[in-house]
């Protein structure tokens, strides 16, 4: 997974987890500020709009609709366990689990405050490629303390440009390969570089990020819970017409 690689970006990542949640506890509000997001201009697959025939995701929640395209050649594992479990039902009633405003929002935990998977529980590794990076809108699926995968998911919810992608972490993209198309990318949207290559990212939201980041400014406590439950109503898998 080139983890290796990633070892230039530990400061800055602690720096960016430690200043990402601006909204503190109990912070949001009831006012919710309207976050200005430039379109991309690139060939990365996930900034291609979605064609007739993609699958998609359908994220009704009580804060509003999302939806995100979908990508299993690159995310096989998480795609059939995410897939399985939106057809099982698993997700509709749950509530948003964490909120780090400028980060990212996040659900899929049961009521039992665990994941799980199609595969009676047992996890899968996280998945990662070149083609997918946690840019701001990424639907990704997060690693639990087991080190591997199984129902919780977030959306990379971090501002543009240059308010999360800092010029310290272009360079040490850069130093550390990074294609330019990839950096160009992350300079215009924001996003979390360093999460690349630990997590998997298996989709892009493509309408609906506002309702993101409303959720992303909703009150929370002090782990990082909203305070006026956010429901995810349904989750439905379509077909990009």
């Not at 990704?140 to 959306?155: K, L, N, P, R, T």
Request: aromatic letters at 10%.
């Amino acid at each position: 997974m080139r983890k290796k690689r990633w070892v230039a970006l530990a400061l800055a990542a602690v720096l960016a987890l430690a200043g990402c949640s601006f909204g503190g506890s109990g912070g949001g509000g009831t006012t919710v500020q309207k976050i200005d997001r430039p379109a991309v201009e690139s060939a990365e697959e996930q900034f291609t709009h979605p064609a007739a025939g993609d699958t998609v995701a359908v994220f009704d929640t009580s804060a509003g609709v999302f939806k995100a395209v979908l990508f299993p050649d690159k995310a096989p594992q998480a795609y059939d366990n995410f897939t399985g479990l939106v057809q099982q039902g698993y997700y509709n009633g749950l509530t948003v689990s964490r909120v780090e405003n400028g980060f990212v929002v996040e659900a899929g935990q049961g009521t039992d405050g665990k994941g799980t998977t199609i595969w009676s529980g047992s996890r899968y590794p996280a998945e990662t490629t070149d083609s997918l990076h946690h840019y701001s809108g990424a639907l990704c699926m997060g690693v639990d303390a087991s080190g591997e995968c199984a129902s919780v998911f977030y959306v990379v919810q971090t501002l543009p440009g240059d308010q999360s992608v800092t010029q310290e972490l272009v360079d040490k993209m850069n130093a550390s390969g990074y294609r330019a198309e990839v950096v160009a990318a992350y300079q215009t949207v924001g996003g979390a570089p360093y999460l690349d290559y630990t997590d998997t990212v298996f989709g892009q939201v493509y309408e609906g990020m506002d309702v993101v980041d409303t959720i992303g400014q909703t009150g929370v406590d002090e782990n990082q819970k909203p305070t006026e439950d956010i429901t995810i109503n349904s989750v439905s898998i379509e077909t990009y017409q």
